[in-house]
């Protein structure tokens, strides 16, 4: 399923499941989204270095949970409606 590829001129490359990328570029992609979360989430007065490192394990799901919810002024996550960007207020029966 992994196999590594010599490309003439081109080095080692990854050969994974038919797609081949250079070593390396994966990991490069995800520390670059790691970072883009971090400074994401200190733009929204949230502590970057949790969401840096939670990044570097669930890069994706961390981007979708800081677009998602929104901090108030207590600290509390508050959901947000994606397509609007409002905050979903829940009323009581």
């Known amino acids: 399923m992994l196999e590594t590829v010599r490309c003439p001129g ?5 050969k994974l499941m038919g797609y081949v990328m250079e070593s390396g570029s994966f990991f490069v992609g995800w520390g670059g989204l790691a970072l883009i979360n ?3 989430a200190n733009l929204g007065h949230r502590g970057p270095l949790k969401y840096f490192l939670g990044s570097l394990l669930l890069g994706p ?33």
């Open 10 to 14: 081109a080095g080692e490359r990854l």
């Open 61 to 93: 799901v961390i981007t979708l949970l800081l677009a998602a919810t929104r901090e108030d002024a207590k600290g509390d996550l508050r959901q947000v409606d994606l397509w609007t960007g409002r905050d979903i207020v829940k009323r009581n029966p």
């Open 38 to 40: 971090a400074a994401l």
